[in-house]
């Protein structure tokens, strides 16, 4: 049964998926607001970056993808943070800039997460130097391409599959310029 998103939720549940990354984020709680469509942590990073308009843009971006009943947790680490979830799940030892984790399949049915979206603002800080953007471009593209991960696309599949994501960007970019959310 779907939650009404009217009425406050008053009781105990995990805010994240229990396999989720984000660990430091799966502690029961008890919450008396509605469900949050858009949770964003910062671990020691990314204080230069506006939560509502990074919020705003995944709003959007998950009304474009028709997901606007999903919730989605963001996350903004560093560098070392980074490097050390990449290590543990993609067994790459370097910082990369934007990891995807879906939820799990066997969450249960009125379970709306999509998954967890993490960048490491100091790499999206150094790619916007030489990309020559701003810090708000390089997030706005970062959390495009690992909400379209969490869509279910991957670039890392085959090339027939990393044109069709880079299409979905692209398209994601375009409608995030029309409304006034990204400038490229």
């Not at 050390?84 to 799990?104: E, G």
């Amino acid at each position: 049964m779907a939650h009404n998103l009217n009425e406050p939720i008053a009781s105990y549940q995990p805010i994240y998926n229990v396999r989720s990354p984000l660990w430091f984020a799966t502690v029961e709680r008890k919450r008396y607001s509605p469900a949050m469509p858009v949770e964003l942590i910062r671990r020691a990073a990314g204080r230069k970056i506006s939560s509502r308009r990074l919020k705003q843009i995944a709003l959007v971006l998950l009304r474009l993808a028709k997901r606007e009943d999903a919730e989605l947790s963001l996350a903004l680490i560093g560098n070392a943070e980074m490097r050390k979830l990449n290590a543990r799940y993609r067994h790459k030892d370097y910082p990369t800039d934007v990891l995807s984790f879906p939820s799990a399949k066997n969450l249960p049915a009125e379970a709306r997460l999509l998954g967890d979206v993490i960048i490491s603002v100091d790499k999206a800080a150094e790619q916007a130097k030489e990309r020559r953007r701003t810090l708000d471009q390089e997030m706005a593209t970062l959390l495009i391409h690992g909400i379209v991960h969490l869509l279910g696309y991957d670039h890392e599949r085959s090339a027939k599959d990393a044109r069709i994501m880079t299409r979905m960007e692209k398209k994601m970019a375009r409608q995030l310029c029309d409304l006034g959310l990204l400038k490229v």
